[in-house]
Nanobody
Framework: QVQLVESGGRLVQAGTSLRLSCAASGFTFSSYYMGWFRQAPGKEREFVGA????????YYADSVKGRFTISRDNAKKTVYLQMNSLKPEDTAVYYCAADRSGNDLRDRHKYDYWGQGTQVTVSS
């Protein structure tokens, strides 16, 4: 069955870095666009960034642009989110998601599969 398993989330101090991983199985990972979203308590799930599967072009939310980097390893069926210069407002549960169509990578409703999420907490 389809699985997306995020890992790497933990409590860190502001200004430090963290890398999240998302391991995929049960579908053709190399043919899917991959996205990262996050959800803070009391807020809607929001787009963080996405990566295409062909050119590996990346797209980011303005709030993380220049600090976060998405990459993927199709051989390992894994997508990564490198987060630098973390801020307390980055505190959230981070989810990876897979999208076959790529019609609107910023729209969470367009994604086909989701992971269970990993908690990132940034202390000030």
């Amino acid at each position: 069955q389809v699985q997306l398993v995020e890992s790497g989330g933990r409590l860190v101090q502001a200004g430090t870095s963290l890398r999240l991983s998302c391991a995929a199985s049960g579908f053709t990972f190399s043919s899917y666009y991959m996205g990262w979203f996050r959800q803070a308590p009391g807020k809607e799930r929001e787009f963080v960034g996405a990566i295409t599967y062909t050119t590996r072009s990346t797209y980011y939310a303005d709030s993380v642009k220049g600090r976060f980097t998405i990459s993927r390893d199709n051989a390992k069926k894994t997508v990564y989110l490198q987060m630098n210069s973390l801020k307390p407002e980055d505190t959230a549960v981070y989810y990876c998601a897979a999208d076959r169509s790529g019609n609107d990578l910023r729209d969470r409703h367009k994604y086909d599969y989701w992971g269970q999420g990993t908690q990132v907490t940034v202390s000030s």
